[in-house]
């Protein structure tokens, strides 16, 4: 029965990241969070099992979605380039800062985080349009936090990552784009290191790898994809404002009950 309520997680996934222009990650891990709980995952682990296993299917789904952003001419090479190498250690290094905390302390940034995601939905926050790029080890520091925070939370790292390279100068095609791509090696490099911390932990389900419990991730990716095509199609039938509201509410609903938790 879970794993139908897994199938069913990633078309919500989809739908959500198609209608409100988000990554699934933050719907994905909380649903993740209640599903590890029913099939009786050690308490300790959960919350690491499901920043690294929604991880798992950003690194799946993203590369679908880099490569239609490719195809249609709206990856910056040059910005995608000079993002990457901080954009790799971040991520490594976020999974690291996770693996440091318990799985308590994880779930109330988590919850912080989704709150400020709420409050920026809430007040319609849109990033200012800078007209010049930043140097070389500008972009890498923003790579390493966009990377780092990313990978701590088990998202893609498109709300941070749109608004910064609109201050530096992108379109918000050019900067929708480019961040699809910059989610693939955050989602990547970020569930091989979950893996890799997570490989002799005795508390893990018999079917996870590390902190990658693969058969969800499975579940999720094949459901998440077509969905997201539909999510798309509503955000063009539904008030804009409407849908940023709804969104920003749920959001404040799960980042308290991570924080009460």
Do not use: D
């Amino acid at each position: 029965m879970l794993w139908g309520a897994y199938l069913t997680l990633g078309a919500l996934a989809g739908t959500m990241a198609g209608l409100f222009g988000v990554g699934g990650g933050l719907i994905i891990v909380p649903v993740l969070v209640i599903g590890f709980g029913l099939q009786g995952v050690a308490e300790p682990v959960i919350m690491h099992l499901a920043v690294g296993t929604s991880l798992a299917t950003i690194a799946i789904t993203g590369a679908a979605s880099a490569w239609s952003h490719y195809r249609r001419g709206s990856l910056h090479r040059p910005w995608f380039l000079a993002l990457l190498p901080g954009l790799i250690f971040g991520a490594i290094a976020g999974v690291f800062i996770a693996g440091a905390l318990s799985g308590g302390v994880l779930g109330t940034l988590f919850g912080v985080f989704v709150w400020l995601m709420a409050i920026r939905l809430a007040v319609g926050f849109t990033p200012r349009v800078g007209r010049h790029s930043p140097r070389q080890f500008v972009m890498v520091l923003a790579g390493i936090v966009i990377g780092a925070i990313s990978s701590l939370f088990g998202i893609g790292g498109g709300a941070m990552t749109v608004p910064w390279l609109s201050r530096a100068g992108a379109t918000m095609t050019q900067a929708v784009g480019t961040s699809a791509a910059c989610g693939l090696p955050i989602a990547l490099f970020g569930t091989l290191t979950f893996m890799a911390i997570g490989w002799n932990e005795v508390r893990l389900p018999s079917a996870a790898t590390g902190f990658v419990m693969w058969p969800v991730v499975l579940c999720i990716a094949l459901t998440s994809v077509p969905f997201a095509r539909v999510g798309a199609r509503l955000a063009h039938r539904l008030p804009a404002r409407v849908l940023r509201l709804g969104f920003a509410t749920l959001l404040a609903v799960v980042g308290t009950k991570f924080l009460l938790s």
